[in-house]
């Protein structure tokens, strides 16, 4: 079966901080795919990034940057010098070729970044 | 270019009523999908599509149909509505196969209460 772990409901941070969001995933496939999603307070999805299980290598988006690590199934997330424009729900998923057409999401990450 | 649109945005409905959920997309994607989110829980699949005519179930797929009669449209139909359908509906959509690691795009999310 396929899951994903988000250990962190909610994290509150002052502007400026660095803060990282944890994703664990569980999968038997080889072929896989993880996604980070951001859900601001206006509530739609919006896509931030996609890596295969066969890239591990870091990426880094302006202030956002991503560490994908097979040796422990994590996937984490990392938003450096933080703005308050940042504050949403931030979702991982997965997908894997064997899976269904579907997306597996974590239970979620609200961060809240305080002036 | 509008990607992909829902309507209507809230909705109240008495238990019983049945109603439907409206999701087109303009991208010419042959994949789409429905989720709900409920807190806690990030989103579950509901029922997906994976070109016209074709439709399958997805996770949660009790007390909800669909149909895919052209590739743009993919309504999802609450039959006999219930409590437990209070949530957030998300309509999705991608070129390709959700295992083949394409990025699904989210519509805006459709409120739904139950009373």
């Known amino acids: 079966a396929q899951k994903v772990t988000q250990a962190q409901t909610e994290i509150s941070v002052v502007e400026k901080e660095d803060v990282t969001l944890d994703c664990v995933y569980e999968?038997?496939?080889?072929?896989?795919?993880l996604f980070w999603y951001k859900q601001p307070p206006s509530g739609e999805l919006v896509f931030l990034i996609r890596?295969?299980?066969?890239?591990?290598q870091n990426e880094i988006s302006g202030r956002y940057s991503w560490n994908f690590q097979k040796s422990t199934s994590s996937f984490n997330f990392t938003i450096t010098a933080s703005q308050v424009v940042d504050s949403a729900v931030y979702f991982c998923?997965?997908?894997?070729?064997?899976?269904?057409?579907?997306?597996?999401f974590g239970q979620g990450t609200r961060l809240t970044i305080n002036p | 270019n509008a990607g992909v649109t829902q309507t209507p945005k809230f909705q109240v409905l008495k238990t019983g009523q049945s109603m439907t959920l409206q999701c087109a997309q303009d991208?010419?994607?042959?994949?789409m999908s429905w989720y709900r989110q409920d807190p806690g829980m990030g989103l579950r699949l509901i029922h997906y599509?994976?070109?016209?005519?074709?439709?399958d179930q997805g996770e949660v797929p009790n007390g909800y149909n669909v149909s895919r009669s052209t590739t743009e449209d993919f309504p999802l139909r609450l039959l006999s509505a219930a409590p437990s359908q209070t949530s957030v509906y998300f309509c999705?959509?991608?070129?390709?196969?959700?295992?083949?690691?394409?990025?699904?795009?989210f519509g805006e999310g459709s409120w739904l209460t139950v009373v």
């Open positions: 890596r295969n299980s066969f890239d591990e």
């Open positions: 991208m010419n994607h042959e994949y």
């Open positions: 599509s994976v070109g016209a005519g074709i439709t």
């Open positions: 999705a959509s991608s070129y390709g196969r959700t295992g083949g690691g394409n990025t699904i795009y």
């Open positions: 999968t038997r496939d080889t072929t896989y795919y």
């Open positions: 998923a997965l997908s894997s070729i064997q899976g269904a057409q579907k997306l597996v």
